[in-house]
């Protein structure tokens, strides 16, 4: 038995001990089963933490969402109370962390202290939590901010109890493009894990950051000039609407538009090439840019930062807090035309004060291609007080009181009123009429005899063009040449009149055949002149028409000779083989250099009538006669005297030897009936 026992004992213990071990291994497998599970729960949540991260910054409407999203699931993630966003800004080109107004749970009173000091801090790379993160690009662990030397909100921070800290970075290849920072309330070691994960949250926060800056970039590119990178023609236009809308609004919102046009621009492109026209117009852009950044020009009712130029903020992707609406917007339309938005202005003089200023800013020469080049600027302005509906009624009417300055004098500014409007409108009407006028054939030919003062004969005529708008309305060439100078129509008009005159006199030099033929003096605009093929299509219609060249004299003004002499020497010498004959007209008022004259090859000096008149009053009248009359002499010329309208003109002009003269005294231009009756019966002149 009493082996029996012991051997009880024994099985017993071992039973026990066998109990142990089986107890000790569940217990094992147990603690390592649950430890897996826990890791395989958190490795479960970090991975729902990187992709509700993932998740919402691909479909985030901005960067600041994306960041706002990402704070809040890192907060409830890790349990710290705090979370805050930093944004990099270049300040004079050096990056520093700005603070944001992002933060994850800074409504907590215990805060408020720490979030205030906190609040618009601007962190130097190096300086701070933000700075540290933005230095080294990579997460950064402060165990404890009171004795961490590197924190600098050292006492806010225990006042708030907060003690660690770690802040990461958002980047963008290898540039920091924002720092989220979090704290505790209870001291921790740095946890590998959490800093991982955030490095994984700081990429794909970066490509939100990415992706929005190509979109700002595409947005960007489709309303900028691509040449100053100022804004262009449609971003003016939506900010000119805007502006519209406001003083719509709010009445005291007043605004003014400056249409700015180079004055010698054309001169500069065709001289020094397209490529120095470029750099001119980013020169000019950017003295335009610095004249419009200068502060105290105007003052602005609506308390908006005073004269700062709208921040054209480009590619840091996370820009877009609405930032003030009413900045000035200087644009390029265009070549040479630029257009400022001065939004939010007291009164027009505010708008003049900045005109003022611009056309300042161009007085100091540009240096292109190593030459000192002066330009200057012509500046229309509209003003809101018009009362304006649309925007390009508004630019419309700058555009029209920048012509206004320009035909003033240019370097100037002229501001728009509505007798400008008035006189467009009536210019545009105009322009329609005489288009239809040259399709109906409604314009018909005055003629004027050319008389010899020694024997009285007629020995030519000018033809004098007239619009016979309506059986009673005969307009004279004064109220429509300009306009039709202007829109071109000039060049079938001027043909037309060439080939008609030609044509007439042809008929009338057969009908009244003499010894010297009857001349025919043709009035020749600057704008035909400049016509490339103006001599072969004169040589077309003296060959249809069958005239004598020798007997055709055009008339050309001073100022179109000299304009571009050169040019204008040979294009006369073209004329001249023809065998046409080359009259210069109201001599004496334009300007001609005497030394050209000798160069031009012209036949005929017509005295304009303006001397003819003053002969009546003063000696220097006869006088300035006498000298034309002997200057044509010396260049071997013609002379026909204009404007002969009395007997005592013609004692005068025949007493200083003037051969020939034109003017009421003889007649009237007269039509076609006219002068067949004056060339049929020729009157009495007295000579
Ligand atoms: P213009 O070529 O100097 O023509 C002379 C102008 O003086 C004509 O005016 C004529 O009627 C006017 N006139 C003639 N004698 C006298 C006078 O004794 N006293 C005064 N006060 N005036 C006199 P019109 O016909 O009104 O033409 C004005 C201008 O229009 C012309 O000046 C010419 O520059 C331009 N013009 C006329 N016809 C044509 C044309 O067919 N083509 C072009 N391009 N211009 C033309
Ligand atoms: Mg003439
Ligand atoms: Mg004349």
Same mark, same amino acid.
């Given at each position: 038995?009493?082996?029996s026992?012991?051997?009880?004992?024994v099985?017993?213990?071992?039973?026990?001990?066998r109990?142990?071990?089986?107890?000790?291994?569940?217990v094992?497998?147990e603690?390592i089963?649950e430890?897996?599970?826990?890791?395989?729960? +958190?490795?479960?949540?970090?991975?729902?933490?990187?992709?509700?991260?993932?998740?919402?910054?691909?479909?985030?409407?901005?960067?600041r969402?994306?960041?706002?999203?990402?704070?809040?699931?890192?907060?409830e993630?890790?349990?710290?109370?705090?979370?805050?966003?930093?944004l990099?800004e270049?300040?004079?080109?050096?990056?520093c962390?700005?603070?944001?107004?992002?933060?994850?749970?800074?409504?907590?009173?215990?805060?408020?202290?720490?979030?205030?000091?906190t609040d618009?801090?601007?962190?130097?790379?190096?300086?701070?939590?933000?700075?540290?993160?933005?230095?080294?690009?990579?997460?950064?662990w402060?165990?404890?901010?009171?004795t961490d030397?590197?924190f600098?909100?050292?006492?806010?921070?225990?006042a708030?109890?907060?003690?660690?800290a770690?802040?990461f970075p958002?980047?963008?290849?290898?540039e920091?493009?924002a720092?989220?920072?979090f704290?505790?309330?209870?001291?921790?070691?740095?946890?590998?894990t959490?800093?991982w994960?955030?490095?994984?949250i700081?990429?794909?926060?970066?490509?939100?950051?990415?992706?929005?800056?190509?979109?700002?970039?595409?947005?960007?590119?489709?309303?900028h000039?691509p040449?100053?990178?100022?804004?262009n023609?449609?971003?003016?236009l939506?900010?000119?609407?805007?502006?519209?809308?406001?003083?719509?609004?709010?009445?005291?919102?007043?605004?003014?538009?400056?249409?700015v046009d180079?004055?010698?621009?054309?001169?500069?492109?065709?001289?020094?090439?397209?490529?120095?026209?470029d750099?001119?117009?980013?020169?000019?852009?950017?003295?335009?840019?610095?004249?419009?950044?200068?502060?105290?020009m105007?003052?602005?009712?609506?308390?908006?930062?005073?004269?700062?130029?709208?921040?054209e903020?480009?590619?840091s992707?996370?820009?877009?807090?609405?930032?003030?609406?009413?900045?000035?917007?200087l644009?390029?339309?265009?070549?040479? +035309?630029?257009?400022?938005?001065?939004?939010?202005?007291?009164d027009?003089?505010d708008?003049?004060?900045?005109?003022?200023?611009?056309? @300042?800013?161009?007085?100091?020469?540009?240096?292109?291609?190593?030459?000192?080049?002066?330009?200057?600027?012509?500046?229309?302005?509209?003003?809101?007080?018009?009362?304006?509906?649309?925007?390009?009624?508004?630019?419309?009417?700058?555009?029209?009181?920048?012509?206004?300055?320009?035909?003033?004098?240019?370097?100037?500014?002229?501001?728009?009123?509505?007798?400008?409007?008035?006189?467009?409108?009536?210019?545009?009407?105009?322009?329609?009429?005489?288009r239809?006028?040259?399709?109906?054939?409604?314009?018909?030919?005055?003629?004027?005899?050319?008389?010899?003062?020694?024997?009285?004969?007629?020995?030519g005529?000018?033809?004098?063009?007239?619009?016979?708008?309506?059986?009673?309305?005969?307009?004279?060439?004064?109220?429509?040449?300009?306009?039709?100078?202007?829109?071109?129509l000039?060049?079938?008009?001027?043909?037309?009149?060439?080939?008609?005159?030609?044509?007439?006199?042809?008929?009338?030099?057969?009908?009244?055949?003499?010894?010297?033929p009857?001349?025919?003096?043709?009035?020749v605009?600057?704008?035909?002149?400049?016509?490339?093929?103006?001599?072969?299509?004169?040589?077309?219609?003296?060959?249809?028409?069958?005239?004598?060249?020798?007997?055709v004299?055009?008339?050309?003004t001073?100022?179109?000779?000299?304009a571009?002499a050169e040019?204008?020497?040979?294009?006369? +010498?073209?004329?001249?083989?023809?065998?046409?004959?080359?009259?210069?007209?109201?001599?004496?008022?334009?300007?001609?250099?005497?030394?050209?004259?000798?160069?031009?090859?012209?036949d005929?000096?017509?005295?304009?009538?303006?001397?003819?008149?003053?002969?009546?009053?003063a000696?220097?009248?006869?006088?300035?006669?006498?000298?034309i009359?002997?200057?044509?002499?010396?260049?071997?010329? +013609?002379?026909?005297?204009?404007?002969?309208?009395?007997?005592?003109?013609?004692?005068?002009?025949?007493?200083?030897?003037?051969? @020939?003269?034109?003017g009421?005294?003889?007649?009237?231009?007269?039509?076609? @009936?006219?002068i067949?009756?004056?060339?049929?019966?020729?009157?009495?002149?007295?000579?």
């Amino acid at each position: 038995m009493d082996g029996s026992i012991a051997d009880h004992a024994v099985e017993t213990d071992k039973l026990r001990r066998r109990l142990d071990r089986e107890r000790r291994a569940r217990v094992e497998a147990e603690g390592i089963a649950e430890r897996g599970l826990r890791e395989l729960y +958190e490795k479960q949540k970090q991975l729902e933490l990187l992709e509700a991260v993932a998740v919402f910054a691909n479909q985030a409407a901005s960067v600041r969402d994306a960041l706002r999203f990402a704070i809040a699931r890192i907060c409830e993630f890790t349990g710290w109370p705090l979370g805050h966003v930093c944004l990099v800004e270049a300040v004079d080109a050096t990056p520093c962390m700005v603070s944001t107004n992002i933060w994850c749970g800074a409504e907590a009173k215990s805060l408020q202290g720490f979030h205030q000091e906190t609040d618009r801090m601007r962190y130097l790379s190096g300086v701070g939590l933000p700075g540290r993160v933005l230095a080294t690009g990579t997460p950064t662990w402060i165990v404890d901010v009171a004795t961490d030397e590197g924190f600098i909100h050292t006492k806010s921070a225990q006042a708030a109890g907060l003690k660690s800290a770690f802040g990461f970075p958002v980047m963008v290849h290898t540039e920091v493009a924002a720092v989220l920072e979090f704290f505790s309330d209870t001291q921790l070691q740095p946890d590998t894990t959490l800093l991982w994960l955030t490095a994984q949250i700081g990429t794909q926060l970066g490509r939100v950051v990415e992706r929005q800056r190509s979109d700002e970039k595409l947005i960007h590119d489709a309303s900028h000039d691509p040449l100053t990178g100022l804004p262009n023609r449609a971003l003016f236009l939506d900010r000119l609407t805007r502006a519209i809308a406001r003083n719509k609004r709010n009445p005291d919102a007043n605004f003014a538009v400056l249409f700015v046009d180079l004055d010698r621009f054309k001169v500069v492109n065709d001289s020094l090439g397209h490529l120095a026209g470029d750099s001119l117009i980013i020169e000019v852009a950017t003295r335009f840019q610095a004249s419009l950044r200068q502060t105290d020009m105007v003052a602005r009712p609506n308390a908006v930062p005073a004269g700062r130029l709208r921040a054209e903020t480009v590619g840091s992707g996370l820009a877009g807090d609405g930032g003030s609406e009413t900045y000035d917007t200087l644009a390029r339309l265009g070549g040479d +035309e630029f257009t400022v938005l001065l939004d939010d202005i007291q009164d027009l003089s505010d708008a003049v004060r900045i005109a003022d200023r611009l056309l @300042a800013s161009l007085r100091l020469p540009f240096t292109l291609q190593e030459q000192e080049i002066y330009v200057e600027a012509s500046i229309g302005i509209a003003l809101s007080a018009t009362g304006y509906a649309a925007a390009d009624e508004v630019l419309r009417d700058a555009d029209l009181a920048m012509y206004r300055a320009k035909a003033l004098g240019k370097s100037r500014y002229e501001v728009f009123d509505r007798t400008m409007h008035v006189q467009a409108m009536g210019q545009l009407a105009l322009e329609t009429d005489l288009r239809r006028a040259l399709q109906n054939q409604e314009f018909i030919l005055h003629y004027q005899p050319i008389v010899d003062l020694r024997t009285g004969d007629i020995t030519g005529l000018e033809a004098l063009v007239r619009w016979q708008k309506s059986e009673t309305e005969l307009i004279y060439p004064g109220d429509f040449i300009p306009v039709a100078e202007d829109t071109g129509l000039i060049l079938h008009l001027g043909m037309w009149v060439l080939r008609e005159a030609c044509e007439r006199t042809r008929a009338w030099q057969l009908q009244f055949p003499r010894e010297r033929p009857l001349t025919i003096s043709i009035n020749v605009s600057g704008r035909q002149f400049a016509q490339p093929d103006l001599v072969p299509q004169i040589r077309h219609i003296i060959e249809d028409t069958g005239i004598d060249p020798e007997t055709v004299r055009l008339e050309l003004t001073e100022s179109v000779t000299m304009a571009n002499a050169e040019r204008a020497i040979s294009v006369l +010498e073209q004329l001249r083989s023809l065998g046409v004959r080359i009259s210069i007209d109201d001599f004496g008022t334009g300007y001609s250099s005497l030394s050209y004259l000798h160069r031009f090859p012209l036949d005929v000096l017509k005295i304009d009538r303006s001397f003819v008149l003053q002969m009546d009053n003063a000696k220097e009248g006869l006088q300035i006669v006498h000298t034309i009359l002997s200057l044509a002499r010396n260049l071997k010329m +013609e002379v026909v005297a204009e404007g002969v309208e009395t007997d005592r003109h013609l004692s005068k002009l025949r007493a200083l030897g003037c051969e @020939a003269g034109q003017g009421y005294y003889f007649s009237r231009p007269v039509n076609v @009936a006219g002068i067949q009756t004056l060339l049929a019966s020729p009157p009495d002149w007295g000579c």
